[in-house]
T-cell receptor, first 109, second 114 residues
Framework: GENVEQHPSTLSVQEGDSAVIKCTYSDSASNYFPWYKQELGKRPQLIID?????GEKKDQRIAVTLNKTAKHFSLHITETQPEDSAVYFCAADDYKLSFGAGTTVTVRA | EAGVAQSPRYKIIEKRQSVAFWCNPISGHATLYWYQQILGQGPKLLIQFQNNGVVDDSQLPKDRFSAERLKGVDSTLKIQPAKLEDSAVYLC????????????FGDGTRLSIL
């Protein structure tokens, strides 16, 4: 089955700086890679996703990159704001979704 | 559109008791998922339905967990008997199709076992 590793486990950034979270996956059959944001006590919310035929995707301050050869993908958040503070999960979908362990992002005002 | 609905939001039971969770997916979504999220971890898939058929239940502890999706819409997840290690948030999600589609999550049921 798929194994997704996520780093770092915690990330503290100054407001306005960028945040980068990296994930690796094991199954070359995976072809869909969503990212979820989960605030304390709330549901995971899809913030961006990328498919294997695309190398990069942007949505305002959020971007995701995918390197299929190296089997890794990354989330980039620019101009971070306090409301970006949350736990972020990456996931990889071969025939089912496997999640990373999560990154707790804290944006310092 | 209305999101994925789950109930109850919280449940406290003693070990060896039974408990059931309910999920109503987004209208028209064929695929429904149940996940277990232990504190500090990512969600782990327990079971996946396509309409009212089971697609994957390889990580469902079948000696104590059961799930059904009658008529291909609502679903229930049951635990009987509960163990201490079952304390977790149980999340339901749905998607339009099984293959690589965005999954939308409900608020979950936080289960505490005493």
């Amino acid at each position: 089955g798929e194994n997704v590793e996520q780093h770092p486990s915690t990330l503290s950034v100054q407001e306005g700086d960028s945040a980068v979270i990296k994930c690796t996956y094991s199954d070359s059959a995976s072809n869909y890679f969503p990212w979820y944001k989960q605030e304390l006590g709330k549901r995971p919310q899809l913030i961006i996703d990328i498919r294997s035929n695309v190398g990069e995707k942007k949505d305002q301050r959020i971007a995701v990159t995918l390197n299929k050869t190296a089997k890794h993908f990354s989330l980039h958040i620019t101009e971070t704001q306090p409301e970006d503070s949350a736990v972020y999960f990456c996931a990889a979908d071969d025939y089912k979704l496997s999640f990373g362990a999560g990154t707790t992002v804290t944006v310092r005002a | 559109e209305a999101g994925v609905a789950q109930s109850p939001r919280y449940k406290i039971i003693e070990k060896r008791q039974s408990v059931a969770f309910w999920c109503n997916p987004i209208s028209g979504h064929a695929t429904l998922y149940w996940y277990q999220q232990i504190l500090g971890q990512g969600p782990k898939l327990l079971i996946q339905f396509q309409n009212n058929g089971v697609v994957d239940d390889s990580q469902l502890p079948k000696d104590r967990f059961s799930a059904e999706r009658l008529k291909g819409v609502d679903s229930t997840l049951k635990i009987q008997p509960a163990k201490l290690e079952d304390s977790a948030v149980y999340l339901c999600a749905s998607s339009e199709d099984r293959a690589n589609q965005p999954q939308h999550f409900g608020d979950g049921t936080r289960l505490s076992i005493l």
